[in-house]
């Protein structure tokens, strides 16, 4: 699927990255509010790219894109 995965703690972040994407792209946005929700995600449907936050509570943003560059790593 052509979609983006933007990975925020912050729903208002989150929603204005996906909005800021959706304009200016043809891909869908699809969301998640940390890494282990955003981990589930990348398990259920791979997306072209994940944006992601640096700091968010379980899982920061650098250690999701540690474990998406080992395990998924068609992923931009």
């Known amino acids: 699927m052509n979609h983006v995965l933007v990975v925020d703690d912050s729903t208002m972040d989150r929603e204005l990255a996906g909005q800021l994407l959706r304009k200016n792209t043809s891909y869908d946005v699809q969301y998640a509010s940390d890494g282990l929700?955003?981990?589930?995600q990348l398990e259920a449907s791979l997306p072209l790219a994940l944006v992601t936050d640096l700091r968010m509570p379980e899982m920061d943003g650098m250690e999701l894109v540690r474990v998406a560059r080992r395990d998924f790593p068609t992923v931009a």
């Open 37 to 40: 929700e955003a981990i589930e």
